[in-house]
Nanobody, 118 residues
């Protein structure tokens, strides 16, 4: 059974930090690009950050560049999102996604809530 389990969300003050984790199981993690998406109330889901399957090439939304960092540990089948200098507009449910390009297969986690508020 494929599972992506996010953790690490919560309430944090503006300027604070959080680290999200996504633990994967049930598929060959190293063969998938990993992505973090987020969805705020009333808004569409948006891609926040991605990391490729082999070379570890990373991409970021302009809104988080310089503040967020995505990285992966293939030995632990886990992808992380380090979020620094958090802003109120970062408040959203954050979802982990695994994507394999050659057959367009993808999997989603259940999401974790991040709330940035004083």
């Amino acid at each position: 059974e494929v599972q992506l389990v996010e953790s690490g969300g919560g309430l944090v003050q503006p300027g604070g930090s959080l680290r999200l984790s996504c633990a994967a199981s049930g598929f060959t993690f190293s063969g998938y690009a990993m992505r973090w998406y987020r969805q705020a109330p009333g808004k569409e889901r948006e891609l926040v950050a991605g990391i490729s399957s082999s070379a570890g090439v990373t991409t970021y939304a302009d809104s988080v560049k310089g503040r967020f960092r995505i990285y992966r540990d293939d030995a632990k089948n886990t992808v992380y999102l380090q979020m620094n200098s958090l802003k109120s507009e970062d408040t959203a449910v954050y979802y982990c996604n695994a994507y394999r390009g050659w057959d367009s297969r993808d999997y989603w986690g259940q999401g974790t809530q991040v709330t940035v508020s004083s």
